[in-house]
């Protein structure tokens, strides 16, 4: 199984700053790497496809990048509906895998 | 508007059975790849099992394998999970989702194992 890490676990930030998540794979899945944000009690909300495609409808402050094993996404102009948990997902191969997760608060 | 709705959750004895729904609405269901994730009380979010456009094609995670099984009506723009021989550690939220990138979810419908 393809194996998915996630750095930093939490991250402490202030409104206007700009984070970057970073998410390594533990082996290659090419660009078949995907984003979403979770707030407590919500569903998760799809945020990039593809690394680096932003979903229809979420705002460009969000950007993915990377490719092969080592991806990133970066939120600019961090805002207060922002601070959240953020997972990556591996779909290159099955089982797909998530990463277990980035706390971003305030 | 894309829309998934679960339904069938509830609290279930270990060892019983449970069958979850995913009602889809506001695209062709019958084009794409569906998905059930999970999340445990407090836990991150693991990938359950997955299907392909008419459900010829499925795969499922190891641990859940032989008592988790999913499928698809596309008459009926439905996917179902049906669970057996259940687990306390089975204890989630279920999510459906469309494409194996998961685009859009539904609210999850949670399953409790206890006895």
């Known amino acids: 199984d393809i194996q998915m890490t996630q750095s930093p676990s939490s991250l402490s930030a202030s409104v206007g700053d700009r984070v970057t998540i970073t998410c390594r794979a533990s082996?290659?899945?090419?660009?078949?790497l995907a984003w979403f944000q979770q707030k407590p009690g919500k569903a998760p909300k799809s945020l990039i496809y593809?690394?680096?495609s932003l979903q229809s409808g979420v705002p460009s402050k969000f950007s993915g990048g990377g490719s092969g094993t080592d991806f990133t996404l970066t939120i600019s102009s961090l805002q207060p509906e922002d601070f959240a948990t953020y997972y990556c997902?591996?779909?290159?191969?099955?089982?797909?895998?998530f990463g277990p997760g980035t706390r971003l608060e305030i | 508007e894309v829309h998934l709705v679960e339904s069938g959750g509830g609290l279930v004895q270990p060892g019983g059975s449970l069958r979850l729904s995913c009602a889809a609405s506001g695209f062709t269901f019958s084009n794409y790849w569906m998905v059930w994730v999970r999340q445990a009380p407090r836990k991150g979010l693991e990938w359950v099992a997955s299907?392909?456009?008419?459900?010829?094609?499925?795969h499922h995670l190891d641990s859940v394998r032989g008592r988790f099984t999913i499928s698809r009506d596309n008459a009926k723009n439905s996917l179902y999970l049906q669970m057996s021989s259940l687990r306390v550690e089975d204890t989630a939220v279920y999510y459906c989702?469309?494409?194996?990138?998961?685009?859009?979810w539904g609210q999850g419908a949670l399953v409790t194992v206890s006895s």
């Open positions: 593809a690394a680096s």
């Open positions: 299907t392909n456009e008419d459900g010829s094609e499925t």
């Open positions: 082996q290659a899945i090419t660009n078949r």
């Open positions: 997902q591996q779909y290159f191969d099955f089982p797909n895998t």
């Open positions: 989702a469309r494409r194996g990138f998961q685009d859009y």
